[in-house]
């Protein structure tokens, strides 16, 4: 017993040096983090592309909750509410059907109120039944007839010729199963990039991660969202209750492309996947030893960033490749 004891013990010490480990592996801006909001495509993942041909780490922290279908606009709560059928309305898909299911129940509540019995003058409660179901049976069959004349007489389309992709930008192949039912359909109006935007992109990943190494909140809230700002200011907070600073410099892009850019109201967005060269250091703040890190690596990353029509680019959020 003792000796399992002694093995538990050294399981535990064990389990804590690597939690331990991994905290000072995460405290670095954007490593080990997938966080953020990418509008209505949150909780879609990016498309592939040659920078980062795998796919990306799903976002584990965000703002913005799943089932919005417009900006500032959920599918929950009064607004789904107010559109959700009544109990005739959600057995027969409202509309006819609905109404006249409503219609019997009046009927039936009508006589028996004046004395005539639930059913009374209907000849009992299974005529009332036998009434329904041809009633269900003959709307069936008239939505299936309609249905069918309208895939008869509606106009072909020819396949829509694909916008010109940017430079460096990559595209994304559907399959004919997923398209057909669209489930792969990005929400949102595509949005070209230009090479200044390109550019700005890049001033942010080096400006982003100096001002985090600065631990200069003032300068992140110039280039990062409200939300992002909240994630650094806490990675921030938790090396310093730890006695640790992290400094990241010699930031070098090494290639990058676009994942896919679009607009969504006065919103406009950009992934882009971005391999860089970085020299990453966690130091003792009392110290100034190094005690993780310190050598320059390479690093693959999604950032997507927003900007209002006409704005300045923010860094809105962080995935991992």
Known sequence: MLRHRWLIALAAVATAFVLFAADYADARAGRGFSAGSRGTRTFSAPPPT????????????????????????ATTGAAQTAARPGLFGGMFGGGLLGGLAMGFLGAGLFGLLFGHGLFGGMAGFASIIGLVLQVVLIVIVAR???????????????AATPAPTPAGASTQNFTALGSMFGANKPEG??????KEDYDDFET???????????????????????EMLSYFSEELSENASRGLVNKVGDVKLLQGDLAEA????????????????????????????????????????????RRARGGQWLLSAIQQA
């Open 50 to 73: 040659a920078t980062a041909p795998n796919a990306a780490s799903p976002i584990q922290r965000s703002v913005t909750q799943p089932g919005v279908t417009q900006p500032g606009r």
């Open 144 to 158: 299936l007839a309609f249905a069918w004349w309208q895939r008869r007489n509606a106009p072909a389309y020819a």
């Open 189 to 194: 109006e595509p949005l070209a990039i230009a």
């Open 204 to 226: 942010l990943l080096g400006d982003v991660q100096t001002a985090y190494s600065a631990e200069d909140l003032n300068a992140l809230r110039a280039r990062v969202t409200p």
């Open 262 to 305: 679009w607009r969504e109201g006065d919103a406009e967005y950009a992934t882009v996947a971005m391999r860089y060269a970085a020299t990453d250091s966690t130091i003792e703040r009392a110290s100034g030893r190094t005690v993780e890190g310190g050598t320059p690596e390479e690093v693959t990353e999604l950032w997507t960033f």
